[in-house]
């Protein structure tokens, strides 16, 4: 046994590799506590739970993370119109400083000086971890075994890692792997590497047998080529929706046919979700650049990110003032770029998340859109703030809106 | 009647509005050249040049600059990714400096000292026109009759008009007025004013009695709502076509089903608006700020040009260096702005357009994609000059990719 | 005499142009108010109120705006570095929005619905002050005799101006004209028209005999090849100042030489256009373009200006982070842009301003420079909250001094 | 003794550092190539290939790079009025990325798989040289001693490297070290590091006794409290010199009081920095931030780029389309940055001075200045190409213009 080290907090999943990890960690000499984010995924906690003590885990904490997922990650990129490359939503990359950030709260309430993660050292991921691991508590130190040539030559392929968990009594998945690799959360599934590599092949689709929640619950076939069949088998009816923004945040949602209405942050978006993903909103396949500098190819399903996208940019366009939309928009294009870089936790980033949100003061009113066979239309908007009218000028019809909340307030 | 004043070429549209205008310029004491483009709208040409000619025009042009809007305007347009505020691809902005040019070719042809237009005072189209009026020929002077209080006194109302038809032996429309009005050409349709400028008012759709070519022809309703219908009745099997793309132009498209083929620029996107027509692609409902400062409530069908815009974010997404195509991101965003606002013969937009040529030398390959049910699918693509490329880190790619190029050219 | 039309407040001057425009005024039918701004150039207002009222203005203001001009538009332009087309510091362009909001005030207290200036019809000053004026309050109305065809084709010259004056009373000045037109205020002197509208020539200098306060007292001669005369005769020891700033704002001046030292807003504004112009400093000669679209010369003295310029660039640099920094600059150059072109008082700018203002929390420190023959050097800064550490890296230090701030408010 | 590894071509600049290296590597069993750039240094470059060939160099090149780093380097510099942080005008970060691409021309021509250079590992240098290295030739393998922990440990201070300097036959420098190191090319001298890191320390001056040539010829003291000093002594009478420039880049230079002219690219730039050094031009105390995260001081001596700066910034406003000058301005503002972080041989760099360069094609024209006392003045100018005109507007004048180029062009 190695010499004793100090604590380590684990980033685990639960699946094979963090598992892994994690024994290797305590191999090294670590103590390791295990932390697991719920942040929407499906996912059976309380047996990876038991899985991270039977390893060895000196301790686990099981966090959900998903109400300030949706609260201090997602609306601040709604309010942004946030899109990476123009466009790619950031599901993944809008998650990892929500993990990491309570990842660093465990390590310092545990006086841990290490933290850990499974990321490889070709992604973005490791990338975004340690920035904000290094940006929230700069004495931190990360072990990112899949960058220790210890560790990685040791497991040069999954047969390794297969016969090491087979050695060490790390349960070893039974289903066949699926030819891709695959990361979910609330606001979206992505579908990378394996034969997705190749970036002219299609997507197969993903086998009907396996289950779903979330927003892969709603769509059982995330393949392009699965749309079609996905739409064919989706309702022929469209679904209206009315979704209500204060401040440049979705606060209501109403289903104009059934009179549905969800108004907290969180369920507003599983419904969302919910909806979408029935009808197949929000699939894309692309090939985005990486921070550490190479094409990636990636095909991601995004339902309640994409309605809110189309909805937001709405009522943007019907109270913002032209001008200071253009400059917004140009804040929000840097913005997005840092968070696809892992940039959330630095001052650049908190700076235009501070402009952006001080544009969004007049973004108020509802939009009604229609979602059908992967689609968002949109199909009317109303607002107490608009600055749409058709006999005043810009400058004029600003000033007079102004004076109104001002007398407002002053009564 | 009223000295004499000289010649007047005026952009006539053999409607109601420019057959008014044409009376009226003759009453004012002009000899009247009347001009009308053919840029791909349904339109009887040759009626409308019996008309000007009963009407009093001294001579007509009828110019077909079909393919020149194709190959210089919106080529450039797709090269640019031109999108303005998120959702507009600028059909309209596209077409007016391409009618103009024309104009004022026949104003100098003609030696005419004047050139007319029947734009109103609130739109943009007076702004398109009149700037690339006056860039192209700085001497020429523009009679725009809708902001002249003698024009717009006289015709309070359409009622005023139609009186003065009668009066003039002006031919009067016997069916019923849309409540909006169109306008339309090869890149698009758009459906403004009347009802839709209440900005909640769903567009109620187009009469099915209407007769349609073109974007037209290919989409018999339009309304958001009909959306649905269209969809419903929109074909239930995808088309899969293959886009090949030189220096970010589309060179051929190859429909994978039943393997046609279209090559030259004008059939190419004349064929694109077909597919894309009869599965319901590129119709939006948008606010937007128009140039002279107030809110403005569009509809736009943007059948081929939605087709094109995906594919070639595509292909340029997986051939060009990521740093390049940020900076090449912020141009575009400026290019589309100066389109929109009618500046695209200025010298600031000359040198956008020659800087976006430029990124494009490497944006060549093909583009994989499926339409259905409204949408456009990337499935995948494939480039010789890809810069997709797991093992290599992007500055080492470029200059390997280059010194391949340096050594084709020395072969 | 013509209709009784209502009251006008005039932004008078006291000079010719705006007598003139007084008496007019009054001729067709005007009730006029004639408003003077001090801001600091000379003058001697008394005798500007005796000869309006002379004149048959009804009421006369006269108001002291140099406290708010320094501290609501140059302390955020120091805070901005804001510079137009890389050179000019935005002497006029500053003050006009300053003055004009005034005019409006004074306008509503006295129920006047009109406003009338003497600005030409091919400068910046015209929109700088009707696009204030419209902005504040939609409904005035602006008088702007020199775009009236009544009024300047009755005055095609001097000379009508002049025999006007003498008809109506109006005092006509003795001295012979510069050849060329001047502006004062407390940021700067401008020279323009005249002669120097060639842009080879040189600026011969001001004729020594004229009287000088301001800016003007502290450089007696303005002219470039002036400044080598001027700088032979400028003290041969140079002045060492401290300047402290707090969130971007200079608060304190001390004279490393004589321990003076001056701490409010306009004393130490004042005290440095001293210093300043005593060493000849912030003179220059540029070719600029105007809003209305042409490109025009102009020589500008900004003593204070230009020491603050650099003192804040300088702190700025120290204090904060190189990314805020940077996405700050291309707020700081649209914010310049606007000011230029007299949008001060737009949503943009307002926008601009606030995210600008966010950006300075941290610029707190002291800067230590010299001053001496037209230069100023930067000789050495310290801060509280430098940024400045050879150990530590951007984000971990960010994060490190953010700790320590919240331990601060803690306490 | 090591191992054979191969040969290496080292960056030597024949001071104590890179002497001591070159030793070293041979001790690690590299063959050694020296190569030394003549990059308008002062320096005894005879001595210093003695001292290499002595030291074990089995070859040693000696390379005189100043024709190229001004004609190739600083025009586009000069074309793009590059700035850093809006002060530092680039002269080290523009003179790597010339030194490097000579380095890895000798590796290719001599088969060598190895550079290495002395750089440390705090600094900007090590980045520029490196992403050089890699772009030019991705399979070259870089050596950085000082960020190799055998090397930086067996030498954490200077005694270290005198002793182990005198052990093996190294001269060791007679005259004490100035408390700060020195870079020093055709552009500029810069002073970092030693008791400057200190920001408030004021910069002491340099001893007198220093020999000098280049801009260290011109500039006896470089210290800002010497720069009064160095005025004090400076000419009591200002040069008066005209530039003439053709599509952006210097063309010739004309004295007006002696009559001198120079028009080679090389002589003119030399003569440039001994008019300027010669009055005190171009000297600033600044802190920047560093590519890798910090912040740093340095003290720049920028002679000829300083007049270079201000000629072609007034020519460019004078002759430039006010909205391509805007656009220009975006595009040099990244330039800079991407030449300051060593990215001068990357695709987005290439891209943008390709952009900037056709920006440049109307910049023509001659600057009359007056250099005096440390500043430079701009007195006048002239353009066959200006767009300076009172009468029109921008889009008439710039199509005028055109025409009129357009016209001679045909004849």
């Not at 992505?190 to 619950?217: D, F, Q």
């Amino acid at each position: 046994m190695a010499q004793p080290k100090g604590t380590v907090v684990l980033a685990y999943s639960g699946g094979l590799d963090t598992s892994c990890i994690l024994v290797w960690l305590k191999e090294q000499g670590y103590d390791v506590i295990a932390y697991l984010a719920n942040i929407g995924q499906k996912e059976d906690f309380e047996a990876a739970r038991k899985k991270a003590l039977a390893l060895g885990a000196k301790k686990v904490y099981i966090e959900d993370v998903s109400r300030e997922f949706v609260e201090e990650f997602i609306w601040p990129a709604v309010q942004a119109n946030a899109l990476y490359e123009d466009r790619y939503l950031l599901g993944t990359a809008l998650a990892r400083p929500c993990i990491a950030r309570k990842l660093v709260e465990i390590a310092q309430r545990e006086g841990a000086q290490y933290v850990a993660h499974g990321a490889t050292g070709k992604g973005n991921d490791q990338v975004r971890f340690e920035l904000t691991c290094y940006a929230l508590c700069p004495n931190i130190k990360v072990v990112a075994p899949w960058r220790l040539p210890e560790f990685y030559q040791r497991f040069p392929g999954r047969c390794e890692l297969m016969d090491y968990a087979k050695k060490h009594g790390i349960p070893v998945p039974v289903t066949p792997q699926t030819p891709w690799s695959m990361d979910e959360n609330l606001m979206h599934i992505s579908y990378e590497a394996g034969i997705l590599e190749n970036p002219k092949v299609i997507h197969p689709g993903r086998p009907a047998s396996m289950a779903a929640t979330g927003p892969r619950a709603v769509s059982c076939i995330c393949s392009l080529i699965g749309n079609f069949r996905g739409q064919s088998t989706s309702p022929n009816t469209p679904d209206v929706l009315e979704i209500e923004f204060e401040k440049g945040v979705p606060m209501k949602v109403t289903n104009a046919g059934d009179g549905a209405t969800r108004s907290s942050a969180l369920e507003l978006f599983i419904y969302l979700n919910d909806i979408a993903g029935k009808h197949g909103v929000g699939r894309i396949d692309i090939v985005e650049n990486r921070f550490v500098g190479m094409k990636s190819r990636g095909i991601y399903e995004t339902p309640a990110g994409t309605i809110l996208y189309h909805a937001h940019l709405d009522i943007e366009a019907f109270t913002m003032d032209r001008e200071v939309r253009k400059i917004k928009q140009g804040l929000a294009l840097k913005f997005s770029e840092l968070v696809y870089n892992g940039f959330w936790h630095s001052p650049e980033c908190e700076f235009l998340r501070q402009c952006i949100k001080r544009s969004q003061e007049a973004v108020v009113g509802t939009v009604r859109l229609s979602v059908f066979k992967g689609q968002v239309y949109i199909l009317g908007r109303e607002s107490p703030r608009s600055l749409y009218n058709e006999e005043l000028v810009r400058l004029k019809e600003y000033h007079r809106l102004q004076s109104k909340v001002t007398v407002k307030q002053d009564e």
